[in-house]
């Protein structure tokens, strides 16, 4: 029996984010570049793609007895741990796909082989692929320079974000527009209002009735003798009876400063990373800053992990390999305790018998003592 994927018909997925470029509720038109000009998105997009591609990404080989070691021998594990094609380190390519999937919700790479032997990963932008199903195969269609590849599902390394169909992920930069646009429209606010000086605007007044060449000539004096960057605080003489009145607000009326935190804080709901990671320490002291990053592991790096982890597996190994090998990133780094702690854990584990010296020491990126002679 031919299976389908019961809920689709034939049809394609395209990855240009549709809302592009569209105005938000804010009035501000948001596109990735925009949005990356929003200092809290840009601050979380980094924290998150520096801190997983900084992982060690390592191909590990299985035992029956249910040991592991590193499979330096197989091909795979140099070019996830060191460098993936020519041009890119591993660090630089997870850090691409991480921040595609954070904006855009999908990362893809085409697999090149030389006679079914994988030998480099090449990042392909999500904004230039389509997808579409046909049975139980997905076929990728990558547009460049007006020329159309396609790509069947073993030549693609696809890393989904949250999905509604399995098929491609949701696009964070097309899900909250509103929220981009609100964060990017206070900080052009204040932009604005502090580039006039925080001064609140007004009205002048006059006793008597001006003609409409007056009114204008009369706009322009003043907007050119006091508005703007460097015609601060100049004093204003009035005559003929004119009048000035404020009609503005003052930043702690519109609350300026709150917005502009508030902003930051979802943000960093959005991408779940915890304040003190992008700099905002008003909420954070000392001892809730090391529990703070262990639950960043734990709630916010791991999920994206497995997610790459998994992927990868899918894409690169084959279902023989899959039972030999498995790819996982080294997280102990992110884990590791004050000096004091560590070494009063070493010494219990080692006196408990289950750690060794030398596997202390392999922990402490130190080399191994030789055995003792006999």
């Known amino acids: 029996m031919n299976f389908r994927f019961p809920f689709f018909k034939k049809r394609s997925w395209a990855n240009l984010d549709a809302f592009e470029g569209r105005e938000t509720s804010s009035g501000i038109h948001i596109n990735e570049t925009v949005a990356l000009g929003i200092p809290a998105v840009y601050a979380c997009i980094r924290v998150l793609s520096e801190a997983i591609a900084?992982?060690?990404?390592?191909?590990?080989?299985?035992?029956?007895?249910?040991?592991?070691?590193?499979?330096?021998?197989?091909?795979?594990f140099r070019l996830l741990h060191d460098?993936?094609?020519?041009?890119?380190?591993?660090?630089?390519?997870?850090?691409l796909l991480v921040g595609h999937l954070c904006l855009r919700g999908n990362a893809y790479c085409y697999i090149e082989r030389d006679q079914g032997e994988i030998v480099a990963l090449w990042p392909l932008h999500p904004d230039k692929v389509t997808i579409e199903v046909s049975g139980r195969e997905l076929v990728y269609k990558h547009q460049n320079n007006g020329v159309e590849k396609v790509y069947s599902m073993v030549d693609i390394l696809h890393i989904r974000g949250l999905s509604a169909d399995g098929i491609t992920g949701y696009s964070p930069l097309n899900l909250l527009?509103?929220?981009f646009g609100h964060c990017k429209a206070v900080q052009e606010y204040s932009s604005s209002y502090f580039r006039n000086d925080a001064s609140p605007g007004g009205i002048l007044t006059s006793p008597g009735a001006l003609s409409g060449q007056a009114v204008s000539n009369l706009r322009?004096?003043?907007?050119?003798?006091?508005?703007?960057?460097?015609?601060?605080?100049?004093?204003a003489i009035m005559d003929n009876g004119l009048q000035?009145?404020?009609?503005?607000?003052?930043?702690?009326?519109?609350?300026?400063?709150?917005?502009?935190?508030?902003?930051?804080?979802e943000i960093a709901r959005v991408f779940r990373v915890p304040l003190n990671l992008i700099m905002d320490y008003e909420r954070s002291t000392y001892s809730n800053v090391t529990e703070q990053n262990r639950s960043f592991l734990t709630h916010t790096l791991q999920p994206w992990l497995t997610r790459i982890e998994q992927a990868m597996s899918k894409a690169l190994l084959t279902e023989s390999e899959k039972e030999k090998y498995l790819i996982e990133h080294l997280t102990q780094g992110f884990?590791?305790?004050?000096?004091?702690?560590?070494?009063?854990?070493?010494?219990?584990?080692?006196?408990?018998?289950?750690?060794?010296?030398?596997?202390?020491?392999?922990?402490?990126?130190?080399?191994?003592?030789?055995?003792?002679?006999?």
């Open 177 to 179: 527009r509103d929220s």
């Open 335 to 374: 884990l590791r305790a004050d000096t004091k702690t560590r070494y009063e854990s070493y010494k219990i584990a080692i006196e408990s018998g289950f750690m060794t010296l030398n596997e202390v020491r392999q922990l402490e990126n130190m080399n191994a003592l030789p055995e003792p002679k006999l």
């Open 220 to 235: 322009q004096a003043w907007e050119g003798g006091h508005s703007g960057k460097g015609k601060h605080h100049r004093v």
């Open 83 to 95: 460098a993936p094609n020519p041009l890119m380190t591993s660090f630089e390519l997870r850090e």
């Open 244 to 265: 000035w009145q404020s009609i503005g607000i003052s930043p702690q009326d519109s609350q300026l400063i709150e917005s502009q935190k508030f902003s930051v804080v």
């Open 54 to 76: 900084s992982l060690p990404l390592i191909t590990y080989e299985r035992f029956t007895n249910g040991d592991k070691d590193r499979a330096r021998d197989f091909s795979l």
